[in-house]
């Protein structure tokens, strides 16, 4: 099993997931709490529940249904405990139906979402600004190229075990996803030099980059993160083991926010990284 993915799940009743409940009679919707409380109340409490529960109370009746998968109550949207159930169909229905309410979404551990559900959700949810595909693995560069044709505002993106992405994604959200603050490409083992030179060139506004098990990278890729990316605070190198001092004393030079910084197992570093480390980046804890 790829790391990133976990092997622990729960099953919920999700096959109806945001489907109008058909069993139900108009009986409940006249019930006293929906002629008592305004819709606009009612719509305040259901805010409030969790994932689970609004499921539930979707299939009390149609009223309920209508109230519970209104998309304003689905502006952030956790789908890990129902990772054995969610196929490509539940997430083009999430997408429907909050299109640009939903801010984030985890899909971490749901094997069976491709790229073409990922295509419907991102024509959908241009609002988007944290995804985690933690472990997608079906995910591919098709999927980036969506993103960063629909969903501009995106400012994390997880795609730790993705191994079919290539560079050609870092490129792709280099022109499209500007705002991208957080990258997590750890166990992707395809992306190259090339690739965190195209993402570097219009992802100006990187904090946080994960490049652990990225084992082809060597020093060359640190030098555009030194040139374009200041505002570096986190990078994670851990099993790089091409990377050398030079690459490092590099990086130090242009990224003086570093604050958190992983080399385990890049077995080259050697004293003058620890050096450079400490005469230029002053923040690092």
Known sequence: ?????????HTYPTRGLFTVPKSRTNSSDEAPINKKLPKELLLRIFSNLDVITLCRCSQVSKAWNVLALDGSNWQKIDLFNFQTDIEGRVVENISKRCGGFLRQLSLRGCLS??????????????????????????????TC?????????LKQLDLTSCVSVTNHSLKALSDGCS?????????????TRDGIEALTRGCNNLQALFLRGCTQL????????QKHCPELTTINMQTCSQITDDGLVSLCRGCHKLQVLCISGCSNITDASLTALGLSCPRLK
């Open 179 to 191: 705002m991208l603050e957080m990258l997590n490409l750890s166990w992707c083992d395809q992306i």
């Open 218 to 225: 060597e020093d060359g890729a640190l030098k555009p993160l």
């Open 113 to 142: 979402v491709g790229d073409a559900s990922m295509k419907t959700f991102s024509q959908n949810c241009r609002n988007i600004e944290v995804l985690n595909l933690n472990g997608c693995t079906k995910i591919t560069d098709s």
């Open 145 to 153: 190229l969506s993103l960063s044709k629909f969903c501009c505002k």
């Open 1 to 9: 099993m790829p790391p990133g993915v976990s092997s622990h799940t």
